[in-house]
């Protein structure tokens, strides 16, 4: 099968699983979402580091000559999941994650423009637009029951550009060190295992209220084994095979999958413009499954190393 066709396919699946985290985190309402975001991606994290043990030991000194590049991703995931739960919390499950979401692939492109000089294609540039406007309808649809706290909804929409922010940049810096000749397994295991470890504090910190309950506990396994630690090796794989502008573009599925939980497990209505969102979102993955990514254009780079 055609290797691109197969890592838009695990970018589908990763936006999947990462779509079901904002229900399954309302079956532990008396979990704060720094405490979700730290047990998800803190303990997702140290287990993707876990499992590429002999890589990471294959590839130190590969990793120790681009330690900045780890220690920007390993800080990108660290304040990743803290922003976007919190931004989820404040401004609502709709609005956060169509912040958060939509605003990665720009600032992904970017830095692939500003940092390495990369030539963003004119199908990238539709494809963005078309799911930045698609995730835009979804969070205007009519989706009851995600009214944000109080008056934080101004706070909650800048805490999804900063969790937005950071997924662009902790997904640059892993691709950027499988780039100069680290394997896939090292260069995520690296940078997740970074942040995860920086997570523990907070974790142990805000963490009571998971464990409290085997409903809360179950949810903080499930959103560390299937989302996190699953979704984000499902991750690695298309990262190392498109850039990670497109990366971030292709997981705008996730909000639209979010929405469709919404309307199916926990019974909130989704308007027209909702299924309009949808339908956009649609045409941007058949859009990035078929037309060159940003990076095999400008630059004529093989593809990645997938090893593990």
Do not use: C
Not at 206 to 229: I, K
Request: charged residues 10%.
């Amino acid at each position: 099968m055609n290797p691109r066709l197969l890592a838009v396919g695990a970018l589908v699946l990763t936006s999947i699983l990462w779509g079901t985290t904002g229900t399954a985190a309302t079956f532990a309402p008396d979990a704060g979402p720094l405490a979700i975001g730290a047990a998800a991606l803190g303990i997702g994290g140290l287990l993707q580091a876990a499992i590429a043990v002999p890589a990471l030991r294959r590839d130190r000194a590969r990793l120790r000559a681009d330690w900045r590049v780890v220690l920007i991703g390993g800080l990108a995931v660290a304040v990743y999941p803290l922003a976007f739960y919190s931004s989820m919390h404040l401004a609502g499950v709709a609005i956060g994650t169509t912040v958060s979401l939509a605003s990665a692939p720009l600032a992904a492109g970017l830095l692939e423009r500003v940092v390495d000089g990369t030539r963003l294609t004119r199908s990238w540039m539709v494809a963005a637009g078309l799911g930045v406007v698609g995730a835009a309808l979804l969070s205007a649809s009519d989706l009851e029951g995600h009214a944000g706290a109080g008056d934080g909804t101004v706070w909650g929409v800048l805490l999804g550009l900063v969790a937005g922010a950071t997924y662009a940049t902790y997904s640059w810096a892993a691709r950027r060190l499988m780039q100069v000749g680290s394997s896939r397994g090292a260069s995520m295991g690296a940078v997740f295992g970074l942040g995860g470890l920086m997570l523990m504090p907070v974790l142990l910190v805000t963490g009571a209220p998971l464990v409290a309950t085997s409903e809360a506990f179950a949810v903080a396994a499930y959103m560390a084994l299937v989302p996190m630690f699953a979704g984000y090796v499902l991750f690695g794989f298309g990262l190392a095979k498109v850039g990670a502008s497109t990366a971030t573009t292709i997981t705008l599925l996730e909000p639209a999958v979010a929405a469709v939980l919404a309307f199916v497990v926990v019974g909130e209505r989704l308007g027209p413009l909702g299924w309009v969102g949808l339908a956009l979102i649609g045409v941007v993955l058949v859009l990035l499954a078929f037309a060159p990514s940003a990076t095999d254009d400008a630059t004529g780079e093989p593809e990645l190393e997938a090893r593990l």
